[in-house]
Every structure is written in C-alpha cells, then in structure tokens.
C-alpha cells in the first residue's frame, strides 16, 4: 500500500514539474487595448503572461519605426505615447513576454472647431450576458471615434475576476482601437472604492485637479466631463466637494461650443430609480450656469431624453446589457424607452444629431440641436 502511494506521489511530482516546465502556471494575458486618447498622446494598456518590461513599437504606417518602452517589471503595463498629431491614425504593436506580438491601430482626436467625429454611449452593461454581447455588437457596427461609459462597467460590485469575461472579451475587438472613457457606478464602488476599476482605466488627466475619478478631455470642439455621482455615496475615495470644485474650474475654463458631462446617477428621470435628487441640487446649477448642452447618465436600466431644462438636455442610457426595467414617462420627458440599445452621437462643426439605436439597428429616438459658444 505505501509503495503505491509512494508512487503516486511521485507521479504527481513529475506531472507537475512538467506543467510548470511547459508553461501551464503562466497567468492568462490581456489582449491590448487603447485608452485616453487624445489630440497628442495615447495609452496602449494590457496584462503580459509573465513578469516583464512594457515595449510598445508604433508608427503611422504597419512597418512602425517608433518605440515606447516602461521599463518597470510587471504583468500590467499603461505605456503612453506623446507627441502625436491630431486626427491621425496610429498602427501599434506589443511586445509581450510570455506572448505572440499583437497588433492594432488607433486614430488620435482631432483639433479645430469645423472637425467631424461620432461618439457612443452606453452604461450599466457588465453582466456577460446576451443583451451585453448584443449592445458590443451593435457598438462595433457603429463605429465610434469614441465611447462614453454611463457606469456599472463590471457587475456585481466590480471585481477585478469579473473584467476579463464582463468586459474585456464582450468588447475585446472594439477596444484594441476605439477608447472608451467610463465613469464610475455604484456596483463599480462596492469593493475597494472601485480599485478594479481605477487600475483598469487610464483617462487624460491634462485637466487641473482631475483623477481617474473626475476628469475632462477635448475632442475636436467638444469638451467631455466625466464626474463620479458615487462620491455622494458609498465612494469613500475623493469627496463631492472636491469634485465639484474640479467642475466649476473646468467648465469656466473650457471654450470648446460643445460641452457634454456623463456621470452614473441622472439628476432627471422617471424609471425604477428616477432622478436623484442630491445629484440635482449639487450639480445641476453648474450645468446651467456654464451652459453644458448635454448630460448624459445610466443606473436606470432603459432610455429616457428629457426636454431642454435651462437649455440643458438630460438623457439616462441603462440599456448596455443588464436586465431591463420598466420604462418611464414625465412632464419632462421628451422620450423613454425599456430596450437595450446604445447612442450614436455626430459632431459636424456646429452641428450635433444623436440617434438610439436597438442591437437591431431600429432607431427609436432621435435629436439634432445646434450648438454655440459662449
């Protein structure tokens, strides 16, 4: 008998000395993705199958020519690149250990107040189900300059385990050249004040007094805001008087003719959660009094568009994946829907015109305005 388990033992030895020799303990990788896109620099973000140095290899052309190296050993590597020329596109290719090269390209924002782009937004769509999978689709056909994520990128509070199957592989494709630029939700906060999260994410953080949590960046003439509507909850990272601060300092600084914040709670709507009423009351008159012509949020599970309120529209887009809730409707609702869906934004000079958009293609709202400095 103890002979047998003796050589039991010792086979399970072999076995696993073979595995490791065979490279079975590696860690899984992460494909590359791009993030904090901007006029002149970007983020090439991924997670190596072994401890390495970050070496991303770009150009304007496939054969490349350029290099960015961090010389910090690790698995997770954000390398930026700086120095870039707006509205260009950029091929790129990592470098990883423990990993075949892998290519990707990705097109920098454009400057000038005549440039066209379109952007996407969606939020709470972190389940890995069909409706996430079906949104993702209809995100690749779409075919944003950018992508606005309203929250609750990763359910059910925001575990690093969940954000390989939850978000990278629903968008993995997407993601290797579109950024996206998301914002904070209460499932994200519920461990670690959203620590998956924030080492996940890298946005521009050219803005005086902005953190991963609230940040702002320039794409063409249009100025995006992300604030964290958590600080007013149970994120214990920041405070919301810090974030207001940022806001006011930004929004009096930014020049651009379109301005558009996104943040998780909606100040207005009338769904399961309906407008949040500390939101409202902390922000809503900085929105007004620097004339932002949209607000964009989620934690709703459905569309809803209001009608101008002080020349600010407030539109609640919930529909990335999770299951629905009922739709809806107000004195100040211009719009609502119980769907998955995403929305298509179009910037053409002074020009804006949005579209919600069914996994489908139907489009069951649409929005055109024309927008104006100050």
């Known amino acids: ?3 047998v388990l003796r050589a039991a033992g010792l086979g399970t030895a072999v076995s696993a000395e073979r595995l490791l020799l065979n490279g079975a303990s590696r860690q899984p990788s992460r494909e590359p993705y791009v993030q904090g896109i901007t006029a002149t620099s970007a983020v090439i973000a991924w997670k190596s199958g072994e401890p390495g140095e970050g070496v991303v290899k770009y150009g304007k052309t496939p054969e490349l020519g350029w290099e960015e190296v961090d010389r910090r050993v690790g698995r997770r590597h954000a390398v930026v690149i700086a120095g870039l020329d707006p509205g260009s596109t950029y091929h790129y290719r990592v470098d990883r250990v423990g990993g075949p090269p892998a290519p990707g390209s990705f097109r920098t924002a454009p400057a000038g107040e005549n440039s066209s782009f379109s952007f996407a937004v969606v939020g709470d769509s972190g389940s890995g189900g069909k409706g996430q999978l079906a949104v993702a ?20 509070a925001g ?11 629903p968008y993995g494709k997407l993601i290797k050249e579109v950024p996206v630029f998301p914002v904070l939700g209460n499932h994200d906060v519920r461990k670690g004040d959203g620590a998956a999260f924030l080492e996940n994410f890298h946005p521009p953080l050219g803005s005086l007094g902005s953190t991963k949590r609230y940040y ?8 995006f805001i992300a604030l964290d509507s958590e600080l007013h909850y149970d994120d214990r990272g920041s405070s919301a008087a810090r974030q207001k601060a940022f806001l006011e300092r930004d929004l009096a600084a930014a020049d651009k003719r379109l301005k558009i914040a996104f943040l998780h709670r909606s100040p207005y709507g009338s769904s399961k959660h309906g407008g949040d009423e500390t939101i409202r009351a902390d922000l809503e008159p900085l929105f007004a009094r620097h004339r932002v012509n949209l607000v964009f949020a989620g934690h709703d599970h459905v569309y809803e568009r209001t009608v101008p309120i002080e020349d600010v529209t407030y539109i609640v887009s919930g529909g990335g994946g999770k299951r629905l809730y009922s739709a809806g409707e107000g004195r100040l609702t211009a719009c609502s829907r119980s769907a998955h869906h995403a929305v298509l934004g179009r910037v053409e000079g002074g020009q804006l015109s949005l579209e919600a958009v069914e996994p489908d293609g139907t489009v069951f709202d649409r929005f055109d305005t024309i927008v104006g400095g100050e």
């Open 216 to 223: 702002s960046f320039d794409w063409g003439d249009a100025h």
């Open 159 to 169: 575990q690093e385990r969940y954000y390989d199957r939850r978000f990278f592989a």
């Open 1 to 3: 008998m103890r002979s």
């Open 137 to 156: 689709g209809l995100l690749g056909r779409l075919e944003p300059d950018l992508i606005l994520h309203t929250g609750d990128v990763v359910y059910p």
